[in-house]
């Protein structure tokens, strides 16, 4: 079993910053990928970045040169830092880690950009 927890969102105004983190906790050798995604009110999941074991990294065209994903081996914990945000960013950010071929969720953080 693998434990992931957000924490990072909140409300900030239009080009402002946030930093994202996703710990993972439990059962985390051999946790193949961790994923970023979001969902706005009355819109689908949609994934932001990928961060792949041996740390390959990917990222949505939308938040392509604004955000970047790494991690903290140290700290098993990946960030997500948002620069640059738009109002079109708001949603509820979900991490999700990959072991096998099972899905281990977070249970969300809300990150609201003001205009």
């Known amino acids: 079993q693998v434990q992931v927890v957000e924490s990072g969102g909140g409300l900030v105004q239009a080009g402002g910053s946030l930093r994202l983190s996703c710990a993972a906790s439990?059962?985390?050798?051999?946790?193949?990928?961790i994923h970023w995604y979001r969902q706005a009110p009355g819109k689908q999941r949609e994934l932001v970045a990928v961060i792949l074991s041996g740390g390959t990294t990917n990222l949505a065209d939308s938040v392509k040169g604004r955000f970047t994903i790494s991690r903290d081996n140290a700290k098993n914990t990946v960030y997500l830092q948002m620069n640059s945000l738009k109002p079109e960013d708001t949603a509820v950010y979900y991490c999700d880690a990959v072991k096998g071929q099972k899905d281990y969720w977070g249970q969300g953080t809300q990150v609201t950009v003001s205009s």
């Open positions: 439990g059962s985390i050798f051999s946790i193949n990928a």
